[in-house]
T-cell receptor, first 114, second 111 residues
């Protein structure tokens, strides 16, 4: 089974802190994604990556950055956390080109910024 | 811009009855339409998908129908069971190979 592991299920941070969310997948997938999930808004794509050291902006990249130094690991970074970044963050991976194949999601990281 | 509208936001049905969730999309170039199920405390999981070259697809109690002319697609769950309780998301592909997601439907199965 594909496994996508997000290192932190729950985090509480203060405004202005730097936040790292880590994601690891074990199926050698080319593509990895970071989504943000908010009630009534569905899933919104923050960043994605099709290869090591490659990144592309999604729909809501402002206030976020990402890092992909190894194929299996994709990190989301909040340089200076703000209260409007309180949310559920979902990491996903997929095989093959594009976003038209099955996405495998982690269990999510719920971030609260005080 | 591109968007996907999903209705209803909450659906409560009696166990054993059918449930239907509907989505409409705006991008005429969309050609891939997946449905994901998110159980409490877990990430979304693909349950069924359909591509634009077919009008219907079934997998046991779950079916998806697509009307490209009207730009809408629907998820049908028959003989609902308690384990069907979850949040369901529809999505549509975009011309740059990404997905646009609906807002989600919370399905409640009443015993």
């Amino acid at each position: 089974d594909v496994k996508v592991t997000q290192s932190s299920r729950y985090l509480v941070k203060r405004t202005g802190e730097k936040v790292f969310l880590e994601c690891v997948q074990d199926m050698d997938h080319e593509n990895m994604f970071w989504y943000r999930q908010d009630p009534g808004l569905g899933l919104r794509l923050i960043y994605f990556s099709y290869d090591v050291k490659m990144k592309e902006k999604g729909d809501i990249p402002e206030g976020y950055s990402v890092s992909r130094e190894k194929k299996e690991r994709f990190s989301l970074i909040l340089e200076s956390a703000s209260t409007n970044q309180t949310s559920m963050y979902l990491c996903a991976s997929s095989l093959g080109w594009g976003n038209t194949g099955e996405l495998f999601f982690g269990e999510g990281s719920r971030l609260t910024v005080l | 811009g591109e968007n996907v509208e999903q209705h209803p936001s909450t659906l409560s049905v009696q166990e054993g009855d059918s449930a239907v969730i509907k989505c409409t999309y705006s991008d005429s170039a969309s050609n891939y339409f997946p449905w994901y199920k998110q159980e409490l405390g877990k990430g979304p999981q693909l349950i069924i998908d359909i591509r634009s070259n077919v009008g219907e697809k079934k997998d046991q109690r779950i079916a998806v129908t697509l009307n490209k002319t009207a730009k809408h697609f629907s998820l049908h769950i028959t003989e609902t069971q308690p384990e069907d309780s979850a949040v369901y998301f529809c999505a549509a592909s975009t011309s740059n190979y990404q997905l646009i997601w609906g807002a989600g439907t919370k399905l409640i199965i009443k015993p």
